[in-house]
């Protein structure tokens, strides 16, 4: 009788631990084919200067969902460099959700850094191109998802002073 009583403390107490493990795996097997959605960086807007002299631009993003369900953005969090230094940083809380096997334009105004932004400058200079390499990496927040973030990274060229909506 204090054997079954000490086995059935052990389970009582060890219920309130296991139950969160046990919800996580059942609700990871609800979707065992999720997929991590695609960012692309489609251009770079150069915006008027702010009162205080800093650079502006408008970075439009196109974000690419492969999966059978809405892809509910919370949030956004994204470097840009360009020629190899980090020219932006910046956040977004206000994002569209991104239909089931669709995709979705997504554009974010940030201040760009200063020294990041000079260096870049002078090594686009150098370059003498039309185009420039980039390395663009979000870390995209989800609504209603025991995920706490998708982080993604791409690299590619982009063409500067080209915009089309």
């Known amino acids: 009788m204090i054997r079954s009583l000490r086995r059935y403390a052990l389970c009582a107490l ?3 631990f296991l139950a969160p493990v046990l919800a996580l795996t059942g609700c990871a097997t609800l979707s065992p084919g999720f997929e991590k959605p695609d960012v692309q960086l489609t251009a770079l807007e150069p915006l008027p200067g702010d009162r205080s002299g800093n650079l502006r631009f408008r970075i439009h993003l196109r974000v690419f969902n492969p999966n059978n369900t809405d892809l509910a953005l919370s949030g956004l969090y994204y470097t ?3 020629a190899g230094h980090k020219v932006v940083t910046g956040t977004s809380n206000t994002l569209p959700v991104v239909p089931a096997y669709g995709q979705q334009a997504i554009s974010v105004d940030a201040s760009a ?3 990041g932004s000079f260096m870049a400058a002078a090594e686009l200079i150098r370059l003498q191109g039309n185009t420039v390499p980039y390395e ?3 870390k995209l ?4 998802s025991l995920l ?3 982080r993604v990274s791409k690299r ?3 063409q500067l002073g080209q915009y089309q909506r």
């Open 14 to 16: 060890l219920i309130p």
């Open 80 to 82: 840009l460099k360009l």
């Open 113 to 115: 850094n200063l020294m």
């Open 136 to 138: 663009l990496e979000a």
């Open 141 to 144: 927040g989800l609504k209603a």
């Open 148 to 150: 706490p973030a998708i």
């Open 156 to 158: 590619g060229e982009i």
